[in-house]
């Protein structure tokens, strides 16, 4: 099997579907798949430069187009269209095309290119604040979708309440997103010394926030709801809504009980996973489409307050009084009264080990690409020519 996965960009850029990518194609190649990865080179490059640069990363051969320019949400990448057309001509081998989404260059390029190969779109999530674009992209990804074999979705609810997959229901499957969990779940002798470290320097109880500080991750709610809650509220993330917030917390009374962290090392990051007293998860629109870091405290034993969105995979990744508390969104008052009844040790407890068995069982990353090659050669042996009578 050679997969040959589209995506924007691929690391070392950050960002979550970058990050998929990588764990999902690493693991194929593991499993014995041949994988390449298409993207746009995100260094910077003079505008003449119309090549490809080719790399190996254990074992998946990473493919960067130059781009000659980058406007909003689009890179001009001259070279992309002739060499999707190049890739699937049969000397190449290649079996499956994955695009992931929403990404219009790679969309536009493929199109442009024409499709002789089986498809498979994983649907990251709609675009819900700017309606506009959202209704743009549908279009464009509308003949694609149309082609496609098979449309995934991180969780199995979200297509019910997406406008853009709505005429693409019998189609649609289920793909739910997969981490490494070892480092989570033993941690290193470095992740648990900052475990200790945070755990000296806030005490407890210590909430945590972990995420891009934007508007659908909720995290002014986690602030007012410390006005009810004791203890500190550690945030770990950067973003544009930085300033925003912490006027918030002053308002609020709180910002002696906040904590600025910005970006954090894998290391330290488990090591406040294992510090926690909980993972609050405040998250307010279908932007939200499953919540990773959901998994990694799962798989860390911290307990999850997660919020109710609908048509969202938020809720259905940590359920509610099995794996964590699910509150309504917008609620500070029900944060907070969830998040204090984890200090209750029973319960915790119970929800603690009940959440670190679904993130084994359900959200590892060797499940996820064990699932993704099902699907493949669910595809590709329907429509292998057959020999004979």
Known sequence: MHVCHLTKYYPPVAGGIETHVQTLARRQVELGARVSVVCVDHRESPAKVRGQTWEDDHGVRVCRVARKMSLAKWDLC???????????QPSHGIDVLHLHTPNPTMTLALRAAG??????????????????LGSALALLERPLMRQSSRVLTTSPCYAQGSRALAPWLPKVETLPLGIELEPLLAPSSNALR???EFRGRYGVPLWLCVGRLVYYKGIDVAIRALRKMPGTLVIVGEGPLRRSLERTAHKEGVADRVVWLGKLTDDALVGAYHAATALLF????RSEGFGLVQVEAMASGCPVVNTDI??????????????????????????????????????????IDSARRRAIEQFSAR???????????????????????
Not at 310 to 323: E, I, R, T
Not at 367 to 389: F, K, N, Q, W
């Open 194 to 196: 900052y475990r200790d």
């Open 115 to 132: 499709m002789q190969k089986p498809l498979f779109i994983t649907h990251h999530s709609d675009v819900v604040k700017q309606r506009f």
């Open 310 to 351: 609908p048509f969202s995979g938020v809720p259905w990744v940590c359920p509610n009084d099995d794996c964590g508390l699910t509150v309504p969104m917008n609620d500070p008052s029900a944060l907070a009264a969830a998040a204090l009844r984890l200090l209750e040790s029973e319960q915790r407890t119970r929800l």
């Open 78 to 88: 001259p070279g992309l269209s002739p060499l999707l057309r190049k890739l699937q």
């Open 282 to 285: 405040p998250s307010n629109a």
């Open 367 to 389: 499940t996820m690409a064990e699932r993704s090659l099902r699907h493949y050669r669910d595809i590709v042996s329907a429509t292998a020519p057959t020999c004979g009578p």
